[in-house]
């Protein structure tokens, strides 16, 4: 009987163990010097402020060139500062460094008294103040709008809704269809009684969303991740980034019930706004009645916004200014990887430049 059918190297097994032990060790030392870790890192100044939310406008180290600022519409399912996690991660920083002049919505912790906010009340409400303070304070009758994600979709509906604010429109990672195969969150949300969650649950607490979304790839986010993580823990730089993004994955906001009843009952189960009938209060929303010019950026590997779901959009709109452009990489890579610094601000800047 062979004694070894693995073909098992015991030196080989022996090294490998000392290395694991050895990066456990240094790991604890690695973990007791790494100071706080802070997001949203762009000098900024709070210029409005409503109930949780605050409007943010960014500082670079020179005078902006853009003569017309960008809004950034972020989601409301995680803090904004994917967009800013870092001095040499931060999409934000390399917009300033375009010469863009760059505003950010802060939705804020809903917590109880929001448990009523409809999507109504951020959009044509919150949403449409932001943009009036930006508006004002630059005086100018439009302004450009950057929307990303569900803030992507938010600002598809707004721009249908108040066109006339809106100069240029820029959505990322941004779905219309809902119902594209390959889109598992979609599917998953299908068969869900979202009213009786809300009903039971009232706010949505981010601990279920941060689940669903951990669980579409569990092995790679739930395993992989923190095995490898042994690798890193005798590199701090490379520790502090792995931290970095855990405290944003998992510090996200609770969701304000009954917007969240809507979006998840029109958008993801009843697809309305690649149909044509969703409704923002009382008013039908035609994504035909968008004829602003429109950048749209789409990741390839995206699993939480699947490119099937992003491409439509050109066909939907009304305006005959469309881009498309293909990112390589996912959902958050577009905004943190190398290749996202070097390629996405200069290609929104330049196209904006453009108009």
């Not at 390399?94 to 809903?110: A, H, K, M, R, T």
């Not at 119902?179 to 299908?190: A, E, F, I």
């Not at 009843?261 to 035909?288: C, E, P, S, V, W």
């Amino acid at each position: 009987m062979n004694p070894n059918p693995f073909n098992i190297d015991p030196q080989r097994a022996r090294d490998e163990v000392e290395t694991f032990r050895r990066k456990l060790e240094s790991g604890m030392q690695t973990l007791r010097e790494v100071g706080p870790i802070e997001l949203g890192v762009t000098p900024r100044e709070a210029v409005y402020r409503e109930d949780k939310l605050t409007l943010w406008h960014f500082l670079g180290e020179k005078k902006p060139t853009a003569k017309v600022p960008i809004l950034i519409c972020y989601a409301l399912v995680n803090t904004p500062w994917m967009i800013d996690l870092q001095a040499d991660r931060s999409m934000v920083r390399n917009l300033l460094e375009q010469g863009e002049d760059v505003y950010l919505i802060d939705w804020g912790y809903p917590d109880g008294a929001d448990r009523w906010l409809t999507l109504e009340d951020y959009i044509d409400g919150y949403l449409d103040r932001c943009v009036d303070v930006v508006r004002t304070r630059h005086d100018l009758e439009a302004i450009n709008l950057l929307g990303i994600c569900q803030g992507g979709v938010f600002s598809l509906c707004y721009t249908a809704l108040h066109g006339h604010k809106v100069r240029n429109l820029i959505t990322m990672v941004t779905p219309v269809d809902f119902h594209t195969p390959d889109n598992m969150l979609s599917h998953w949300t299908r068969g869900v009684d979202i009213d009786l969650f809300v009903d039971t649950v009232g706010n949505v607490p981010a601990d279920i969303m941060n689940w669903a979304y951990l669980t579409l790839k569990p092995v790679r986010l739930n395993q992989q991740k923190y095995v490898g993580l042994v690798d890193i823990l005798d590199n701090p730089k490379e520790v502090e980034n792995f931290l970095r993004m855990e405290k944003w994955i998992f510090d996200s906001p609770d969701q304000a019930g009954e917007a969240f009843r809507q979006f998840a009952k029109d958008f993801f189960q009843q697809n309305r706004l690649m149909k044509g009938t969703a409704t923002i209060g009382q008013r039908t929303i035609d994504l035909g009645d968008i004829h602003q010019p429109v950048l749209n950026i789409f990741a390839e590997q995206d699993h939480l916004v699947p490119p099937a779901a992003s491409r439509p959009m050109g066909e939907l709109i009304g305006s005959d200014d469309y881009t498309a452009i293909a990112f390589k990489g996912g959902h958050i890579g577009i905004y943190v990887s190398g290749r996202a610094q070097r390629e996405v601000p200069p290609a929104i800047h330049e196209w904006l430049a453009e108009r």
